[in-house]
């Protein structure tokens, strides 16, 4: 039975990075941080990204390291990796999470995070860049906006991203210098969020849906599927949802 003691450790995690983050020099006055995302940096610390408010709807997108005690690393605000407008679009729902990231592999990591890029909710798209172990932004790539997107790592300095349109699932890799493969149709979809996608660092990545059946797919850093077709896991008449995958 779940209660309010179970969720401790999980209240002291944000406690300690948003004081982390706040002691790094954040004015509360003058913004507000949004949508933290955590990872790990491979050696007992953790890379933070987070959405800064800022005035007139508009928001600037920050990455900060912390050492394993605690402090931040990448100066006092963090490194700034892109802007945007806050999601305003009456009747729009927002992306979730508006943010993700991921390590590199190499003490570094990869962020993905949506945006709207005008005032009036006209336009929007999606961004990925990879920031190295001193904080410095390597690359930024502009992605076609799709709201139900999700992003890991392959641990060699890339990532993998899957996307459903409601009729398909599809899936590309950025390379570890942001150069981007084809994109793969992976098969029919149930519904936009019913997939799940985790890291096989440093071979890429495994993939499950739900279409007619429940699917799995192997894909390697260069976007290649391993498994032809894919892997069926479970056919009719049984009832499945909400597959959800774990590396070995």
Known sequence: MSTWITKIPLILVLLFIVGALFSAGCN???AFLHYPAVTTDGSGGAIVAYEVAKDEG????????????GGTLWGEEGTRIGNGYQFMRRGFEPPFPPMQIAGDGSGGAIALW???????????????ARIDSKGKL??????VYEPHLAMVSDGAGGAVIAWSDNS???VKTIGPDGEESEVQKLGKIKCRDCFNIVTNAPQGAFIVWQGDEIYAQKIDPDGNMLWEQGVMLVTRPIDTHSPSVLSD
């Open 28 to 30: 509360v006055q003058q």
């Open 58 to 69: 508009k928001v600037d997108f920050h990455v900060q390291k912390l050492s394993p005690d």
């Open 114 to 128: 949506n945006t709207q890029e005008d005032h009036d909710g006209r336009e929007f798209a999606v961004y990925i």
């Open 138 to 143: 390597l690359w930024r790539n502009k992605l």
């Open 168 to 170: 398909c699932l599809h």
